[in-house]
C-alpha cells in the first residue's frame, strides 16, 4: 500500500513538473515569436533595409521572419528522429538551448549602418538557428505534459504548454512595450535589444525545470516493448504519410490567422492608419493575457466534448469570423482595430487549445514525435511563415483589404477537409500514468 502510495505521489510530482517544464519551453518559444514579429514590423525594416522602398522594406523584413519558418521542417526531422529513438526529455534540453541563444545573439547584431549586408545575413542565420529549435520544441513539449497526464485529460494537458502562446506573447509584449515607455526615441537605436538578450533569463530557468525531469511512461513502454524504430521520421511518412497531410492543414487553418491577427496587422495599422505603435504592442499584451485563458479553457473543454468537434468549431468560426476581422480594420479607427484583434483570440483558442491533443492522437506513441513535428511544422512555412508577406501582396495587387478575408476563408476551407479526415490512434495511449510507472 505505502508502495502505491509513493508511485502516487512521484506521478504527481513528475506530471506537476512535466507541466510546468514543457510550459517553460513554449514560453520561451512564443516570447522569441512575438519578439521577431513585433521587431520585423517595427524595427527591422528601419535597422536592415534602411535604403529601400517602405514596401520592398517591409517585404524584406518579413522574409526575415518567413525564414524562421522555413527552417522548421529541419528541426522537425532532426528532433522527430531524436524524441522518437532516445526520449522526448533529451530532445528538448537541446531545442531550449537553440532558442534561447539564438534569441538573444539578435539583440547582440549590429545594424545595416555599422557592418552593412552583414547585419542582415546574420539575422538571417541566427532566425534558422532559432527555426530549427522552434521545428522540435512543440510537438516534444506537448507529448512531454500530454504523456504524463491521464487519458481522460490528454485535451487539457496537451494544451496547457501551447497557454505557452499567450504568456510568451504576453511577457514580450510587455517587455517590449517597457522598453518603448523608458528608452523612448532611443528604443529604436539600443532599447529594442534589451528584449531579446532578456531570452537568456528564461533559457535558465527552462533548463532547471527540465533537468528534474524523467522520461514520459508512453515512451517507456515503447522502450519495454521494444519497439523503439530505427528511423522514425521514415517509418512515419512510409506508413502515415495521409496523417502528416491531414495534420498539415488543421496546422494551417490555425496558425494563418493567427499571424494574420497579430504580425501583419500591426505592420499594416501602424503603416496605413497611423495607429501609434505603443497602441499596437499594447493591444497586443492585452490579447496575449486572453490567451493564457482561453487556450487551457478550451484544452479543458475538448476533453467534454470532443477534441476534433471543438476544432471543427474553431474552423467555422475563423472561416465566418475572417470577414468580420477585415471589415473592422478597415474603418481605421483606432478603437475597432483593437476589438478586431481580441475578439479575433476567441476561434484562435479554440483552435490552438484542440490542436496539440488532435495532432498527438493522429499518430502511435513509437512514432508520435516525428509525426506531430512533421505534420505542424512543414505547413508552418505556409502557415505563419509567408503569410503576413502573401496579405502585403494581396492588398498591393487588389487595394483591398477584403481579399485577406477571402485567404482566411481558403486555409479554413482546406483545415475543415484535413480535420474531417483524420484518425485517431489514442487507444494506443498507455493510460494512467500511475499504471505504468512502478516499473520506471
Known amino acids: 500500500m505505502s508502495s502505491n502510495n509513493s508511485n502516487s505521489i512521484l506521478d504527481k510530482k513528475m506530471a506537476r513538473r512535466a507541466l510546468i517544464g514543457s510550459t517553460s519551453g513554449a514560453i520561451i518559444e512564443w516570447y522569441d515569436f512575438s519578439l521577431y514579429a513585433t521587431a520585423s514590423a517595427l524595427i527591422f525594416p528601419k535597422l536592415f533595409f534602411p535604403n529601400t522602398d517602405p514596401f520592398i522594406a ?6 526575415t521572419f518567413a525564414t524562421g519558418f522555413l527552417a522548421r521542417p529541419i528541426g522537425a526531422i532532426i528532433f522527430g528522429h531524436f524524441g522518437d529513438r532516445i526520449g522526448r526529455k533529451n530532445a528538448l534540453i537541446v531545442t531550449l538551448w537553440m532558442m534561447g541563444l539564438s534569441s538573444a545573439a539578435m539583440g547582440l547584431i549590429p545594424s545595416h549602418a555599422s557592418i552593412g549586408i552583414w547585419a542582415p545575413i546574420l539575422l538571417v542565420l541566427l532566425r534558422l538557428i532559432q527555426g530549427v529549435g522552434v521545428g522540435g520544441e512543440w510537438a516534444g513539449s506537448i507529448l512531454l505534459s500530454m504523456e504524463w497526464g491521464k487519458k481522460k485529460q490528454q485535451g487539457f ?11 510568451g506573447m504576453l511577457l514580450s509584449s510587455a517587455v517590449v512595450g517597457l522598453c518603448i515607455t523608458l528608452a523612448g526615441d532611443s528604443f529604436y537605436v539600443w532599447g529594442w535589444r534589451i528584449p531579446f538578450l532578456g531570452s537568456l533569463l528564461l533559457l535558465v530557468a527552462g533548463l532547471i525545470i527540465r533537468s528534474k525531469i524523467i522520461e514520459t511512461p508512453s515512451f517507456r513502454k515503447v522502450q519495454e516493448g521494444k519497439t ?12 502515415h504519410p495521409k496523417q502528416i497531410l491531414y495534420t498539415g492543414f488543421a496546422k494551417l487553418v490555425e496558425h494563418t490567422p493567427f499571424v494574420i491577427y497579430t504580425t501583419f496587422l500591426i505592420n499594416f495599422a501602424i503603416n ?3 495607429v501609434s505603435s505603443s497602441f499596437m504592442v499594447n493591444t497586443n499584451t492585452l490579447a496575449s493575457f486572453l490567451l493564457c485563458i482561453l487556450i487551457p479553457f478550451f484544452g479543458y473543454l475538448s476533453d467534454k466534448v470532443g477534441i476534433k468537434r471543438l476544432f471543427m468549431i474553431g474552423i467555422a468560426a475563423t472561416f465566418v469570423w475572417g470577414f468580420v476581422f477585415v471589415g473592422l480594420v478597415d474603418t481605421g479607427a483606432p478603437a475597432f482595430i483593437a476589438t478586431a484583434m481580441l475578439i479575433s483570440m476567441l476561434p484562435f483558442c479554440m483552435l490552438t487549445g484542440a490542436l496539440p491533443a488532435l495532432a ?11 509525426g506531430a513535428s512533421l505534420g505542424t511544422q512543414i505547413p508552418a512555412i ?16 487588389t487595394g483591398k483589404i477584403y481579399s485577406i478575408g477571402i485567404y482566411i476563408a481558403i486555409v479554413s476551407i482546406l483545415g475543415f477537409i484535413g480535420t474531417s479526415k483524420l484518425k485517431n490512434f489514442s487507444s494506443e495511449h498507455e493510460g494512467d500514468v500511475s499504471a505504468n510507472n512502478r516499473n520506471a
Do not use: E, W
Open 382 to 397: 505556409f502557415a505563419g511563415g509567408i503569410a503576413p508577406m502573401v496579405c502585403t501582396y494581396l492588398i498591393q495587387a
Open 228 to 239: 523503439v524504430s530505427k528511423l522514425p521520421v521514415i517509418d512515419v511518412m512510409k506508413q
Open 157 to 167: 494537458m496537451a494544451s496547457i504548454p501551447n497557454a505557452g502562446v499567450g504568456a
Open 58 to 63: 517591409t517585404i524584406l523584413s518579413f522574409a
Open 360 to 370: 498527438s492522437q493522429a499518430f502511435p506513441a513509437r512514432l508520435r514525435y516525428s
Open 272 to 274: 496605413n492608419y497611423h
